[in-house]
C-alpha cells in the first residue's frame, strides 16, 4: 500500500538530520537562514507548502515566523513530523524524524523570537516537485459520486481503464483525494480480463455510478483481491523501490474502492484520482500483501471488550518456504487503535521488528520504506499484532465501518 517518496527540497542535512551551518547571531541564538531552514526543508515542506495537505505554507521565512510558537510546541509534542515509526526496528527511506539536536533548535529559535538570519545563508527552499518521478496517465473516478447518507460508511467501486494494452508494470502511484473531510481510504484492486464481465455486470446492475462493494472490490473478498495500491489518512506513496513493478495483464481494467464516511461532515461530491507510472519490464514483480488473520475478516478472533484498555490481538503464519523479499509496510486500525507491530520470527527464537507504532494516529497512516529489502526464509513466521482502548459501552470487533476496528499490515513483495 501506499510507498514514500517524499519531495526532496535540495537540503544539505548531515545524517543525525543536523542542518549545514552555524548560527549566525553573536547571541549564539538559531535564526531561520543557517539554521532552522534547513530542518523545516528536510522534514516539514513535503506538506507545509501552498496547497498541501499541512493546511499552511513554511516554505519561507515570512510564512514561517508567524507559526513559530506552534512548530515549537507540535515538535515537542512529537505531533510533528508526522513520523510514527519506532526507533530501533529497520532503517527507513526518507527519515522525517527529528534528532534531539534539530528539535532543539525550533524550540530555542521560536524561543528567541524567531529571528530572521542573514538571507545569504538561505538554502532557497523549491516548492515539492511531483512525488512521482513522471505521470504517465491518471485514473480519475468516472463522474463526481455524491456518497450516500442512509449510513455514515459508504463503499464505492469503479471500474476505470488501464492506459495501456498490453502486458505491462505499474512501478508508482499517487492518489489524491478530492475531498478528504470524508474519504476514508481508498484501495486499487486489478480487474483481470477473466473477471471483467463480472465487474461490468455489477457496475450496469447499479442505478447509481458504481457500486456498492463492502468487504473487496465485489467478485472477490478482501483477502483473495489483489491490490494495485491504497491510500489512508497521511498516507504517502510515490515511486516503488528500485526495480520491482505490480504485473498488469493485457486487458486489465482497476477497481477503485471508495470508503466515504459522513459522520462528521457533509456528504459532498468527490472525484478522486490516481496518478500512475508504469514500465515495460522490472527486475523483479511484485505484490502487495495484505496481512491480517482471516477469522478476523469473518468476525471472529478480535473482540475488543466494552470498558477495556490494552486489549491486545495477534496474527502470525509461518512460511515453508522462504526465497522472497519485502520491501515497505505499513499498518492499519481505526480510532481505537493504540499501538501496532509487523515482525518476523525466526525459528531459532529470534525476532526482527519490520515495523512498530506505539503512539497509532488514525491522522498518519503513512508506508515506511525499508533502505534494504528484506530476505524472508523458509520457517519465518510474519506476526501482526495490534492493542486497543475501548471506552465505549459496546463491544468492538473487525468490520468495515469508521467505528468498527481493523488490525492489518500491508506489505510490498517481491519474489
Not at 519561507?60 to 515538535?75: E, H, I, L, N
Not at 522490472?282 to 475488543?304: F, H, K, N, R, S
Not at 498518519?364 to 492493542?387: H, I, M
Request: aromatic share 10%; proline share 7%; charged share 20%.
Amino acid at each position: 500500500m501506499f510507498v514514500l517518496l517524499l519531495a526532496a527540497c535540495g537540503t544539505s542535512v548531515d545524517s543525525s538530520g543536523e542542518p549545514a551551518g552555524d548560527s549566525g547571531t553573536p547571541s549564539d541564538a538559531p535564526v531561520w537562514y543557517g539554521d532552522v531552514e534547513p530542518i523545516v526543508g528536510a522534514s516539514c515542506t513535503g506538506c507545509h507548502v501552498e496547497g498541501g495537505i499541512g493546511g499552511f505554507s513554511l516554505d519561507s521565512y515570512d510564512a514561517a515566523k508567524p507559526m513559530a510558537a506552534a512548530m515549537a510546541s507540535s515538535v515537542q509534542a512529537k505531533k510533528m513530523p508526522p513520523w510514527k515509526a519506532d526507533d530501533g526496528c529497520r532503517e527507513y527511506r526518507d527519515d522525517l524524524s527529528l534528532s534531539p539536536e534539530a528539535l532543539q533548535r525550533i524550540v530555542d529559535w521560536a524561543a528567541a523570537g524567531a529571528l530572521e538570519g542573514d538571507a545569504a545563508k538561505s538554502i532557497h527552499l523549491a516548492a515539492p516537485v511531483e512525488t512521482l518521478s513522471r505521470v504517465d496517465a491518471t485514473l480519475t473516478l468516472p463522474v463526481p459520486y455524491t456518497p450516500s447518507t442512509t449510513r455514515p460508511d459508504d463503499y464505492r467501486c469503479f471500474l476505470v481503464d488501464w492506459p495501456v494494452d498490453h502486458d505491462t508494470y505499474m512501478t508508482g502511484y499517487v492518489i489524491r483525494p478530492d475531498q478528504t473531510s470524508i474519504v476514508h481510504h481508498l484501495v486499487a484492486y486489478i480487474a483481470p480480463p477473466e473477471q471483467l464481465a463480472e465487474f461490468e455486470g455489477l457496475d450496469a446492475q447499479d442505478e447509481e455510478p458504481g457500486w456498492t462493494c463492502f468487504g473487496g472490490p465485489g467478485i472477490a473478498n478482501q483477502q483473495d483481491a489483489e491490490w494495485l495500491g491504497a491510500w489512508a489518512p497521511g498516507g504517502t506513496s510515490g515511486d516503488f523501490p528500485d526495480g520491482t513493478g505490480i504485473p498488469m495483464k493485457t486487458g486489465s481494467k482497476v477497481v477503485l474502492q471508495m470508503h466515504y464516511n459522513t459522520s462528521n461532515a457533509a456528504a459532498v461530491a468527490d472525484q478522486t484520482t490516481m496518478d500512475v507510472m508504469y514500465d515495460d519490464d522490472v527486475d523483479v514483480p511484485a505484490t502487495i500483501q495484505p496481512w491480517a488473520d482471516p477469522d478476523w475478516l469473518d468476525g471472529t478472533g478480535m473482540e475488543i471488550p466494552a470498558a477495556t484498555n490494552g486489549t491486545e490481538h495477534e496474527f502470525s503464519f509461518t512460511f515453508p518456504r522462504g526465497g522472497f523479499q519485502i520491501h515497505n509496510a505499513a499498518l492499519h486500525m481505526h480510532q481505537l487503535g493504540r499501538t501496532a507491530r509487523l515482525e518476523v520470527d525466526h525459528k531459532d527464537g529470534t525476532s526482527d521488528c519490520l515495523l512498530a507504532i506505539s503512539d497509532w494516529d488514525f491522522n498518519w497512516q503513512r508506508t515506511y520504506t525499508f533502505t534494504e529489502p528484506y530476505d524472508v526464509q523458509g520457517g519465518d513466521a510474519l506476526k501482526v499484532s495490534c492493542t486497543w482502548d475501548n471506552p465505549g459501552s459496546e463491544e468492538v470487533n473487525w468490520g468495515e465501518g469508521t467505528s468498527d476496528e481493523m488490525c492489518l499490515g500491508t506489505m510490498l513483495f517481491s519474489y
